[in-house]
């Protein structure tokens, strides 16, 4: 966990409030958005409206396994659809956020659309164009780790 803190604190410090972290896989990602909802919290201790994406029935499972642990909406973007009133969260979680900037799905390519104080995205594959797409999204801070680096 010493890592996911670090990538943490690195992507905090300049006042980051759209990050993408492109990880290998197996590498801690949901981990490292645990740490970033844990810091959130405590940031923001009345509970503000908090949303994650997921683009898959499985990571949806995954994510409610850890809901507990907070207040947190999850939504699985393949089953659901969401009103207007919906899209102003303050803190947003995209879950493999590469498939946010693809044409795969019309909803999910919507979702980098919220508004919201925060946003992370969570990829393991990310290249170029969707880089390219990302920073046209507003992302303001990129960390990328290859299982060469790590």
Excluded at 23 to 32: I, Q
Aim: one cysteine or more; aromatic letters at 12%.
């Amino acid at each position: 966990m010493h890592k996911q803190t670090l990538i943490v604190n690195k992507s905090l410090r300049d006042g980051n409030t759209f990050i993408v972290l492109c990880l290998f896989t197996g590498f801690g990602k949901t981990t490292t958005a645990l740490i970033y909802l844990d810091r959130y919290m405590k940031k923001y201790p009345n509970g503000k409206k908090l949303k994650i994406v997921v683009p898959s029935k499985n990571l949806k499972k995954a994510w409610l396994k850890k809901r507990d642990f907070y207040s947190v909406n999850v939504i699985n973007s393949f089953t659901m659809t969401l009103p207007n009133e919906d899209k102003n969260v303050d803190f947003l979680i995209v879950d493999e956020v590469h498939h946010a900037l693809g044409e795969e799905s019309k909803f999910f390519n919507t979702t980098l659309d919220f508004k919201a104080e925060y946003k992370l995205g969570l990829s393991a594959s990310l290249d170029e164009r969707k880089l390219k797409r990302l920073e046209e999204k507003g992302c303001d801070y990129v960390f990328k780790l290859s299982v060469e680096d790590g």
